[in-house]
T-cell receptor
């Protein structure tokens, strides 16, 4: 079993829909990242959080340390949101452990 | 200000050869981490360097090695290449390499081993 699990693996949505991507982890962590990867490979950091909730534009990330769970929400989704979204956790302060990613496609 | 840069962008090698990948961090960042991303999977941690010292190593064979230079740029070396080494190699830099610092990723080097 992977130390970081994401669901769903694939997600399709119509433009304007509210989207939720989930991340569960089984190790102790000090922080969690949500990352976005576009075709071609480039990775952009969306959020880094260790508690509570963060919001940036149409993106919201939450984390529940007790339940070892985080969610990434996208409100009013748009085709340009189509990408792979990756959850990664800092374990033992010296390495990031990544989930396998959620591939999101938003259709007009 | 330039982001993290990596070179080359693409590389094709044959089995048994050796390869060197290069990474330049964001100005002021002292930590560089290397990751391997095989097609369809999430990245896997290879190394982290901070202030020219190795701070962490992932579960990779000794064929993989890295170093960090006084200007904080870094090289990843892979010897005796195998087909399974074909992947996107990502470099990320951060201010101090701790979990409190956001990591900024480069565009990656896509290595194909034939």
């Amino acid at each position: 079993k992977n130390e970081v699990e994401q669901s769903p693996q694939n997600l399709t949505a119509q433009e304007g829909e509210f989207i939720t991507i989930n991340c569960s982890y089984s190790v102790g962590i000090s922080a969690l990242h949500w990352l976005q990867q576009h075709p071609g490979g480039g990775i952009v950091s969306l959020f880094m959080l260790s508690s509570g909730k963060k919001k940036h534009g149409r993106l919201i990330a939450t984390i529940n340390i007790q339940e070892k769970h985080s969610s990434l929400h996208i409100t009013a989704s748009h085709p340009r949101d189509s990408a792979v979204y990756i959850c990664a956790v800092w374990h033992n302060t010296d390495k990031l452990i990544f989930g396998t990613g959620t591939r999101l496609q938003v259709f007009p | 200000d330039a982001g993290v840069t990596q070179s080359p962008t693409h590389l094709i090698k044959t089995r048994g050869q050796q390869v060197t990948l290069r990474c330049s961090p964001i100005s002021g960042h002292k930590s560089v981490s290397w990751y391997q991303q095989v097609l369809g999977q999430g990245p896997q941690f290879i190394f982290q360097y901070y202030e020219k010292e190795e701070r962490g190593r992932g579960n990779f064979p000794d064929r993989f090695s890295a170093r960090q230079f006084p200007n904080y740029s870094s090289e990843l070396n892979v010897n005796a290449l195998l087909l399974g080494d074909s992947a996107l190699y990502l470099c990320a830099s951060s201010l101090a390499g701790s979990e409190l610092n956001e990591q900024f990723f480069g565009p990656g080097t896509r290595l194909t081993v034939l």
